[in-house]
């Protein structure tokens, strides 16, 4: 199964050039962070607001220091601080994009300098300190799968190439948008005085060539049925799925007494609250020995219960949920093979503190009550569909803007772009309604894809990445030939339904955890392989202020 042939539905579409809709955008945002993810295969602009303030001022110096002090040796690829930057500052970019509403919470003041906080005091790591860490371990792996990549004769696939350098030529129109003279200079302000267009790009190059590759070494991989087979003998249950109910009573519900300070605070005393959790357990046993029979009678149970008298409660579905989102409090009773429909138990909640000794306290936070419907082996195929995408179109007056992302349209717009999809599929039914002649229909009509695929998607699972609507309706259990009009957040998909696939669901999760498992192993030997020898890193930004207006 290669990964070129898992074609993904992506919720953010690659863009080619700078459009009407990305210009409205950048317009509104207050702030431009350039921004490229490890091993991206892209180069990404991203909207921020008030990330590196202060950052935009013209930067005129050439950088010497910077681009020829060397940073780090790996290999034999002799880093300078200018392209350790590059390492350095999308590493703080990752975490501020994931964390940056959350950076107290970690002990990061965005007001004051990276290396003037610690992350570990007692070993005297600060916030630069861990980001370099994090830059230098990025670029080891970079350059020892770039370099496997080279020995092995594999280079970098053209469309990403194209890709690259279509939005480093965009950089220009972003550097203009905020008065820089140059895209040269706007990375500079991002990324420090050594960057140069030319590095940058051959930094993304770098950095996709390892991405590519690794893809490429995964898609390699091929197992056998007697591998297969072998690799869930130990624990059948771990790629079959489990249907239940569950309720959970916290202990904390049962609470009594306690004192209320002048702050508002109220206190109970270990009596008040291990009586709590003995109130909490009885009632877990009230419900797994009453005659509970359905779903229905179990929810009754639950209004029942005298904690419940002014609230409505009833049971939590769970609906072929794999085994590895299945709660470990109860996963072994759930995943029992003995297990069977009706089956009814409860579990405590518990959690561990350890103080400076080192003993461990284990507390009893309150029960769970699971109620066990069924358990499914995943013996079922994947799918394969086609589809061709109709998305809405705005209209608009002369001089008004295009609609900026993140918003809906109208009522209007999404009834022709529903009209249009109703013709498309009437004109494949009129004409020959062929597989065929939908692919054709699809590489001319489509908004998804390059026109060549014939808006193909295959071996779709319930772990697939689609966008909801889409996968629903490819896994509805379909016929081959089956058509039908799905709507979803990117407008109307003319739907074919092309076949099940020999592969079941069961057989794609092993697979996935066995290739999985052999790509960290061989990821992890490539780059281990690498030497890396530090040098001077004076030049890195580490004094950087990710919020100078606080």
Request: proline share 1%.
């Amino acid at each position: 199964m290669s990964a070129s042939n898992k074609k993904k539905l992506r919720k953010e579409q690659e863009a080619e050039k700078l459009t009407e809709k990305q210009r409205t955008a950048l317009k509104e945002a207050k702030k431009v962070k350039l921004y490229t993810a490890a091993f991206g295969i892209v180069l990404v602009l991203l909207l921020v607001t008030a990330l590196f303030v202060g950052v935009r001022q013209v930067i005129t110096s050439k950088g010497i220091r910077e681009k020829n002090t060397v940073a780090l040796t790996v290999g034999t690829h002799e880093i300078s601080n200018a392209e350790l930057n590059y390492y350095y500052m999308d590493a703080v970019n990752n975490f501020y994009s994931n964390y940056g509403s959350y950076a107290a919470m970690f002990g990061l003041d965005v007001t004051k300098p990276l290396d003037e906080q610690f992350v570990d005091e007692t070993a005297g790591t600060t916030w630069a300190d861990d980001f370099l860490s994090s830059a230098k371990s990025t670029a080891q792996a970079a350059y020892a799968l770039a370099d496997a990549a080279q020995a092995a004769g594999f280079t970098l696939p053209e469309a990403d190439q194209t890709s690259i350098q279509n939005n480093i030529a965009t950089m220009d129109v972003y550097a203009t948008l905020y008065g820089y003279g140059s895209g040269e200079d706007y990375l500079k302000a991002i990324y420090g005085k050594g960057a140069t267009t030319e590095s940058y790009q051959a930094y993304c190059e770098r950095n996709a060539l390892a991405q590519a590759y690794q893809e490429f070494y995964a898609d390699s991989l091929t197992y056998t049925d007697e591998q297969l087979r072998q690799a869930e003998a130990d624990n059948y249950s771990a790629y079959s799925s489990f249907t239940y109910q569950t309720y959970y009573l916290a202990a904390s519900r049962f609470l009594t007494g306690g004192t209320t300070g002048e702050d508002g605070t109220t206190t109970y005393s270990e009596e008040e609250t291990a009586a709590s959790v003995a109130a909490a357990e009885a009632a877990a046993k009230s419900l797994t020995e009453a005659d509970i029979h359905s779903v229905e009678d179990l929810d009754a149970a639950i209004a029942a219960l005298e904690v419940n008298a002014d609230t409505q409660a009833a049971s939590t579905a769970y609906d072929s949920t794999k085994y590895s989102s299945v709660n470990s409090a109860y996963l072994d009773w759930v995943t029992d093979e003995s297990r069977k429909e009706g089956d009814i138990a409860s579990f405590p909640n518990t959690s561990v503190t350890t103080d400076e000794d080192g003993n461990e306290t284990t507390t009893v936070n309150g029960y769970y009550v699971v109620y066990f419907i069924r358990s499914t082996d995943n013996q079922f195929p994947l799918s394969n569909v086609r589809h061709i995408l109709v998305t809405p179109e705005h209209v608009h007056d002369e001089g008004e803007d295009a609609h900026a992302d993140g918003e809906t349209y109208s009522a209007e717009e999404l009834a022709a772009a529903k009209e249009t999809a109703e013709e498309i599929l009437a004109q494949w039914k009129a004409g020959e309604h062929t597989e065929e002649s939908f692919a054709a229909l699809a590489n001319e009509k489509s908004a998804d894809g390059d026109g060549t695929t014939g808006g193909l998607y295959e071996n779709i699972s319930p772990d697939s990445n689609y966008v909801s609507g889409f996968k629903d309706w490819a896994l509805a259990g379909h016929k081959s030939g089956d058509t039908g009009i799905v709507e979803t957040e990117y407008g109307y998909h003319v739907m074919y339904y092309v076949g099940d696939t020999d592969y079941t669901y069961r057989d794609y999760q092993i697979e996935t955890d066995l290739r999985n498992a052999d790509v960290s192993d061989w990821y992890s030997q490539t780059v281990s392989a690498m030497p890396m020898t530090d040098g001077d890193t004076r030049y890195v930004r580490t004094d950087l202020v990710l919020n100078a207006a606080g």
